[in-house]
């Protein structure tokens, strides 16, 4: 049985023990004493005025405009303003939730696309970094990752011009491909059952290889010894890859799964309507609650209206952050966000 020290890139270390199984992870968390705060800031003053701008980016930008979210509970107009508008209270989410069937049909919707597009594209990431990082060509490595990059930068309109092509009932390449081989020609533009998966699957395409580089920037700092000890002990890649890589990746993993669901309910208006032209017979599987708040709130002015869907969306998003956080810290409080 051969231990190494490792560091996961924080101040956890870890003890990984080599046995037929694979890797057992034991966390040994030690602390640095520190004689005192002010000593220790004159030592690295330097260090600490470092991430100063990026602060007060964050506060200008980020925090200051909080005070806008009383815009929430007053029917704002131009002349009266922020703060000498008519307070109105919870009026302004009436709007959303007094058709109680499209509210609970947009949440729904917004929930499935973007939870299966969280689940899929965090495996697909994962996969992509990983099938990068066993590329032995330095070359092919770059030109892969390159390739893997480019559909972050295709716009959703042009997505949606590409699904068109694809989808047209009379034209598309896919219908023209199902017809070749006797098949009867599909309304991909007016079955609303179909549009799921399709989203679904685009978001996770366009996504995963930008979505790769976190761990294959995490793959490139684990110490190469440990895959050197697996070899000489006779495990093939596979094996090094489900005992090695994917124990080491978990943190990492878990960090940005529940980085991702404080985002569900954030649904992209852009792929929708990219891909939909927010068609109504769509709607049904394709409305979710930002393509809702765009058609009854934005397009007729009510700002103060889709200011409260937005926090709704931000106070919900928070709640499954700390539960998806207390559930992880239950099981393995070392993963946990706090």
């Known amino acids: 049985m051969t231990k190494t020290q490792i560091d996961l890139g924080h101040q956890n270390k870890c003890e990984v023990e080599w046995r037929m199984g694979g890797f057992k992870l034991k966390s040994k968390e030690k602390r640095v004493p520190v004689k005192s705060i002010r000593q220790e800031i004159k030592n690295n003053l330097f260090f600490y005025l470092l991430p100063l701008p990026g602060i007060i980016f964050l506060i200008l930008f980020n925090y200051v405009p909080m005070a806008g979210l009383y815009i929430v509970f007053e029917k704002y107009t131009y002349q009266g ?22 509210a609970l049909r947009a949440t729904r919707n917004t929930l499935i696309i973007n939870g299966f597009s969280i689940v899929l594209g965090t495996v697909a990431n994962v996969g992509i970094a990983i099938a990068i990082n066993e590329i032995r060509n330095k070359w092919f490595r770059k030109v892969t990752q390159s390739v893997m990059l480019f559909p972050h930068f295709i716009s959703w309109i042009v997505v949606g011009m590409i699904s068109l092509t694809l989808f047209d009932e009379n034209k598309g390449l896919l219908n023209q491909f199902i017809q070749m081989l006797g098949g009867d020609a599909v309304s991909w533009y007016s079955n609303a059952s179909l549009w799921w998966p399709i989203l679904i699957l685009t978001s996770v395409w366009k996504g995963a290889g930008y979505g790769s580089l976190i761990y294959f920037g995490a793959l490139t700092g684990f110490d ?31 960090l940005m799964f529940l980085l991702n669901i404080g985002g569900i309910l954030f649904g992209s208006v852009d792929q929708i309507m990219g891909m939909t032209n927010l068609n109504p017979l769509l709607f049904e599987t394709t409305d979710t609650i930002a393509t809702f708040v765009y058609r009854s709130a934005i397009l007729n002015g009510q700002f103060e209206s889709a200011s409260a869907i937005t926090l709704y969306q931000s106070i919900f998003g928070f709640i499954l952050v700390m539960a998806a956080n207390k559930l992880v810290k239950k099981f393995d409080p070392d993963y946990a966000l706090f």
């Open 224 to 254: 190469q010894s440990l895959y050197e000890a697996a070899e000489i002990d006779g495990a093939n890649r596979w094996q090094r890859i489900m005992r090695i890589t994917i124990p080491l990746l978990k943190p990492t993993i878990i």
């Open 81 to 102: 303003g922020l703060f000498g508008s008519e307070f109105v209270g919870l009026k302004n989410f009436e709007f959303f939730f007094k058709s109680i069937d499209n």
